[in-house]
């Protein structure tokens, strides 16, 4: 049976979306249109001489061959993180998720490096890696590992992307543990009594029933490699060397506060904002098909 | 019940005793000097403050340059920005846009009646912070140069018994530390444009950008990939860093770690990284002036300078502008400024400063530290080595380094990678030029 409530008048609904309504336009709104207001000037640092030029920055933007640099590695950079942090962290719920002796001190620390901001992170990875006086670093060295992050996009980039999935798999093993645990046993155990197998369980049982977590998990995943990653790479490579780790968003952030180029930095964030915006329509349009809730 | 009138007696007599100092003017300083050094304005600023009871200088550490900038113009957009803000030499022609955001020192000076003569400072150093006329924009605080540093242990391991003074010299002692054990890394540098294009362009006095590198003008542009000295010596730096003779340490200072830990014996970078050097080398280190090409005429030239100055920010009431003007004065005195120098490496700014630590012997203690003032006043500056000011600078250096990078990993020849940076940066300079209006 359901049971509901009926409210007299119309204002009182809308004063409880209020807090949510006025925290969205003013965090979200009003800013994301005052960088599309300013993706249509030519601005100097401090404001003082401004220029209204339609497209021109946007036009910059799609004949600088960087800028296409910067998409691709985007792209390869997004895929790795997500695929190793949701991996990664899967595999880790799936373990902690067993009846272990300790198993929630395993939990404690497995969610710590949330805590850790973004930056912070960036930093400690290159102090193991960093080639003259990181440890880790001189271990590879010392095993003849030529390891030079300075000058080897490949190992730039696989360093920054160690950090970034490092940085989110705490996260996201909060939500695989939680979706794990919601898992009725009694079903379980009836796919044991029928004799299958654990990896057979895993895969026709738990991870369907997981599928809502994990699409969750892919979204908010993404918007994070998107959005949230520049402190890491910051802090780690300067987006280099010779661009193999600048990524959109960290060029968004370079250009605008190294460089002082707000029309153009806020362009990059336009083309950004769509970039992520169509790529959420996609998953909820293809993928979420595939989710059992 | 409570009384309340203790805390209002209270109250009054904290005003009044308080007002004595409401009348002191309070003028901000903010800076970007973390560590030891940022200790080292806080003893400049009370100092200041003990030495004169009108005005009270509080300092302000805001981060790294590129944040205490930031922190600068986003004060000034809000309305609030400081007197006194620290920027670093690639955010000048930034700030020399900015007309009406800044106050030239030069105008400062005269406004408050302080007695100021700009011949007092070294021609190489206020050449950077002054226009075409010689008005002096921003007060120079902290400048350095490019210089060598020197592992003397290490060559005398490899068997090198003089300091190498040119590059094919220094190749030369870095196949022989390579041989000797340093198969790392035999030479490198820091900062790898500050010294390879901008201090290297100086130092053989090349042109690397049109209009004496954008002193006289904004519509300055970029001639390096032309100049046959530096493209040979981006030849060379490609030819060893295949085996290691040269390696490369990064954009910034981030590879200097690779001088004090000894994997690398000489290397390439700021005067000011003497401090380092000093606390954590533990082998026997000088530094010596940057290695030159004996087959280009002229050079040595002079070399350039990096750091930051003080720029004042505008629209503040002439009061105020009187005690910055003070401060300014005080700054440069021989003494305060010999006591900073001396601690930190970087240069004493006026020779009355140089001339005070010599005489109190200093460069005989640490000869180290004579040689990036020796350098910056080796010959008069030409019109090729007074500094440089592009627009853009910060975004310009990483453009050049990446296409560095590329010559360095065999991604493109270096004459099409120099090339390809002077393209870019032009791009970049043309759109500063129409915002610098």
Redesign the interface.
């Known amino acids: 049976m359901q049971k509901r409530s009926y409210f007299a008048g119309r204002m009182l609904p809308y004063a409880l979306l209020a807090p949510q309504l006025l925290v969205t336009i003013v965090f979200f709104y009003v800013p994301a249109a005052q960088a599309v207001w300013q993706s249509f000037l030519?601005?100097?640092?401090?404001?003082?001489?401004t220029?209204f030029v339609w497209f021109e920055n946007y036009q910059?933007l799609f004949s600088d061959a960087?800028y296409y640099q910067a998409i691709s590695v985007t792209a390869v950079f997004s895929v790795l993180v997500t695929v190793a942090a949701l991996s990664i962290s899967l595999l880790l719920a799936v373990q902690a998720d067993k009846s272990l002796r300790g198993a929630g001190v395993y939990k404690t620390l497995l969610i710590w490096p949330y805590a850790v901001a973004p930056v912070v992170a960036g930093v400690l990875w290159l102090f193991m890696f960093?080639?003259?006086?990181g440890t880790l670093a001189r271990g590879l060295?010392h095993f003849g590992v030529d390891w030079?992050p300075?000058?080897?996009?490949g190992d730039a980039l696989s360093l920054v992307v160690l950090a970034a999935a490092w940085k989110q798999i705490s996260y996201n093993f909060l939500f695989f543990l939680a979706g794990l645990q919601s898992i009725p046993k009694s079903l379980i155990e009836a796919a044991a009594i029928d004799g299958a197998r654990p990896a057979r369980r895993f895969w026709t049982i738990v991870f369907p029933l997981l599928s809502p977590t994990a699409f969750y998990l892919l979204t908010v995943n993404i918007v994070y490699v998107f959005f949230d990653t520049f402190g890491i790479i910051h802090a780690v490579t300067?987006?280099?060397?010779?661009?193999a780790t600048t990524t959109l968003v960290y060029k968004v952030f370079?250009?605008g506060?190294?460089?002082?180029?707000l029309g153009g930095s806020a362009a990059q964030s336009v083309v950004l904002m769509a970039i992520v915006i169509a790529l959420t329509a996609v998953q909820f349009r293809f993928i979420e098909r595939k989710v059992n809730y | 019940m409570v009384s309340l009138k203790p805390i209002l007696v209270g109250t009054v007599l904290l005003s009044a005793t308080s007002f004595p100092a409401l009348a002191q003017v309070e003028l901000q300083w903010w800076h970007a000097m973390s560590g030891a050094n940022g200790d080292r304005i806080v003893k400049i600023a009370n100092d200041f403050n003990a030495s004169q009871k009108d005005y009270k200088v509080v300092p302000s550490f805001k981060g790294s340059y590129a944040d205490t900038m930031n922190a600068g113009i986003a004060a000034f957009r809000a309305g609030g920005a400081p007197h006194i803000l620290q920027v670093f030499e690639v955010g000048t022609a930034t700030m020399m846009a900015a007309k009406g955001a800044i106050k030239p020192v030069h105008e400062l000076m005269k406004e408050a009646g302080e007695p100021f003569d700009a011949k007092a400072y070294l021609p190489a150093v206020t050449g950077y912070y002054s226009t075409a006329k010689g008005d002096m924009l921003s007060f120079p605080f902290n400048s350095s140069t490019a210089v060598m540093w020197v592992n003397r242990d290490a060559l005398k391991k490899a068997g090198v018994d003089k300091i190498p003074a040119t590059w094919p010299e220094t190749f030369e002692a870095g196949a022989k530390l390579k041989a000797a054990g340093y198969d790392k890394c035999g030479v490198s540098t820091g900062w790898v444009t500050w010294v390879n294009v901008e201090n290297f362009s100086a130092w053989h006095n090349q042109e690397l950008s049109t209009k004496a590198n954008g002193l006289d003008g904004f519509d300055t542009v970029l001639t390096f990939n032309k100049s046959a000295a530096l493209v040979k010596h981006f030849e060379n730096l490609v030819k060893y860093q295949k085996d290691k003779i040269y390696d490369y340490a990064g954009r910034t200072n981030e590879g200097e770690g690779r001088f004090t830990s000894g994997e690398c014996p000489l290397f390439l970078t700021s005067s000011a990284f003497y401090g380092n050097v000093k606390a954590n080398a533990k082998f026997d280190y000088t530094a010596a002036p940057m290695p030159y090409y004996p087959d280009v005429a002229g050079a040595p030239q002079n070399s350039i300078i990096g750091g930051a100055s003080l720029w004042i920010m505008g629209g503040k009431p002439a009061a105020e502008y009187k005690g910055v003007a003070k401060f300014m004065t005080y700054l440069s005195s021989p003494a305060v400024q010999a006591w900073w120098s001396q601690e930190t490496g970087y240069l004493p700014i006026t020779p009355a400063a140089y001339e005070y630590s010599k005489k109190q012997g200093f460069f005989d203690k640490v000869p180290a530290a004579e040689v990036a003032i020796k350098e910056i006043t080796n010959k008069a500056p030409t019109v090729n080595s007074r500094g440089l000011r592009l627009g853009n600078l910060a975004l310009i250096r990483d453009v050049w380094a990446e296409e560095i990078e590329q010559a360095l990993t065999g991604k493109k020849p270096v004459q099409a990678a120099l090339d390809a940076a002077a393209e870019r940066g032009n791009q970049m300079l043309r759109q500063f030029e129409r915002t610098a209006k």
């Open positions: 030519l601005q100097d640092a401090f404001g003082i001489s220029e910059l960087a960093q080639p003259s006086l060295r030079n300075y000058l080897n996009s300067h987006g280099g060397p010779a661009g370079n250009d506060r190294a460089g002082g180029d």
